[in-house]
Nanobody, 126 residues
Framework: QVQLVESGGGLVQAGDSLRLSCAAS????????MAWFRQAPGKEREFVAV????????YSPDSMKGRFTISRDNAKNTVYLQISTLKPEDTAVYYCAARLSSYGSMWRDKDRYDYWGQGTQVTVSS
């Protein structure tokens, strides 16, 4: 079974750091790009960052740069999202997603992603 399983979320206080993990399994991910999205209650699912599996090339929107860092461990088939200086507005369900890298560079379009994890809840208290 192809699976993306997020972990690492929890309740933290503002200013803390957190590392989320996405364990990918069930297939070869060599031709895929792996991304993080987040969705707060009542809001649209929002693109956070993406990494191309083979090359390690990353992209994130300007609004996410600085506090959000995506990385991957090829040996563990795991993608990470490091979040620093957490703010209450970062509270959301964080999702891991995957799409073929050959689909192009429109990383923000959630409709282009083929696989999704179940999400992990991040709650930041003030």
């Amino acid at each position: 079974q192809v699976q993306l399983v997020e972990s690492g979320g929890g309740l933290v206080q503002a200013g803390d750091s957190l590392r989320l993990s996405c364990a990918a399994s069930g297939r070869s991910w060599n031709n895929y790009a792996m991304a993080w999205f987040r969705q707060a209650p009542g809001k649209e699912r929002e693109f956070v960052a993406v990494i191309v599996w083979n090359s390690g090339t990353t992209y994130s929107p300007d609004s996410m740069k600085g506090r959000f860092t995506i990385s991957r461990d090829n040996a563990k088939n795991t993608v990470y999202l490091q979040i620093s200086t957490l703010k209450p507005e970062d509270t959301a369900v964080y999702y891991c997603a995957a799409r073929l890298s050959s689909y192009g560079s429109m990383w923000r379009d959630k409709d282009r992603y083929d696989y999704w994890g179940q999400g992990t809840q991040v709650t930041v208290s003030s």
